[in-house]
Structures are given as structure tokens and as C-alpha cells.
């Protein structure tokens, strides 16, 4: 019986580090997002996406605390992870934009309503301003009236050129014409 309170004491633990991270997470989602100028929508994403691994990794733990094999919890996780990968497989730039999604939202200074150039050569280049930031693409306004659609990873790949800077007056000085490359 006391090996139950011991299983019961670790698994209000590990539940209370699960809600104590996903706090964190949301918190310092919502601060970049409010910090960086993007869509509310984007950050509930993004929230919802880690807080799926937040849990897939509370679940496993507590069934490892519960007495389920490791053996048997590393065969279920191997078989799912290679039928993610083999559907992934077929759409590899799915995963690859959904990747690029989150580093475009951590890591990346592109912001709403900032006018790019993306270079894809010497002598082509695709001009816009950025109207939405979503899971898997960005959407462009093109100065001739129309709405283009490009993949997240194309920004990741590509140099981009930041025509205008963010709204924010203290930084606006210093984002007259910058080149972001990665």
C-alpha cells in the first residue's frame, strides 16, 4: 500500500512540474508574441503545438512512474514516431514548415506589416508587405494589389531584405533598410 502513496506522491509531482512548465510556456509565448507583433491566432497555434509535447512527455513519465516497462513505452513511442515519420516522409515540407513556423516566431525579425524582398536569385526577387504569419505560410501583399501565399521554410532559406521598419517608434531607427539573412 505505501508503494501506491509513493506512485500517487510522484504523480501530483510530475503534474505539478507539467502545469508549472506550460505556464511558463504560455507566458513566454504570449510576451513574444505581444513583443513581436503577431496575430493573436499565431500564438494559440504555437501554444496548442507545445502543449501537445507537454503532455505526450507528462503521460510518459507518469506511465514510467506506474510501472509500465520502459521496453514496452520506447516500442509504442518508436512505432508512433515511424508512422509520423513515414506520413511526414511523404510530405516532408509539412514538418519543415511547421518547424520553420516556430523559429520564424521565436527567432526571426519579421513582423506584421513589415515590407520585404526576398531574393531567390540575381535577378529575381518577390516584393511585399507581410499581411499574416501563419502555421505553415506567410502571406505577402505584392505592390501591384495582389496576395501571395509562400512557404514558412522560405524564409528560413532565403535572404531577406526589410523594407520598412515595425511600428514601434523607440526601433525605428534602427531598422531603416536592414538585410536578415540566415
Not at 36 to 59: A, H, M
Not at 95 to 100: A, D, G, K, R
Not at 134 to 156: K, M, Q, W, Y
Not at 162 to 172: F, I, M, N, W, Y
Request: hydrophobic content about 45%.
Amino acid at each position: 500500500m505505501e508503494s501506491y502513496y509513493l506512485h500517487i506522491i510522484e504523480t501530483i509531482v510530475i503534474v505539478i512540474i507539467f502545469l508549472v512548465s506550460r505556464n511558463v510556456l504560455t507566458k513566454l509565448i504570449e510576451k513574444t508574441r505581444v513583443k513581436r507583433l503577431i496575430q493573436k491566432s499565431r500564438g494559440s497555434v504555437i501554444k496548442r503545438v507545445l502543449n501537445i509535447i507537454l503532455t505526450v512527455i507528462c503521460i510518459a513519465t507518469i506511465s514510467l512512474v506506474w510501472g509500465v516497462d520502459q521496453e514496452d513505452l520506447a516500442v509504442l513511442i518508436g512505432s508512433v514516431l515511424t508512422v509520423i515519420g513515414i506520413a511526414f516522409f511523404a510530405q516532408w515540407s509539412l514538418l519543415s514548415n511547421v518547424t520553420s513556423s516556430v523559429i520564424i516566431f521565436f527567432n526571426h525579425p519579421l513582423k506584421l506589416n513589415d515590407s520585404i524582398i526576398i531574393m531567390e536569385g540575381k535577378d529575381y526577387v518577390i516584393e511585399g508587405t507581410v499581411t499574416s504569419i501563419g502555421l505553415f505560410f506567410v502571406t505577402l501583399a505584392t505592390p501591384d494589389g495582389g496576395e501571395l501565399s509562400l512557404p514558412n521554410n522560405i524564409f528560413i532559406q532565403k535572404t531577406i531584405k526589410k523594407l520598412s521598419a515595425p511600428s514601434d517608434p523607440e526601433t525605428q531607427d534602427s531598422y531603416s533598410e536592414d538585410e536578415v539573412s540566415l
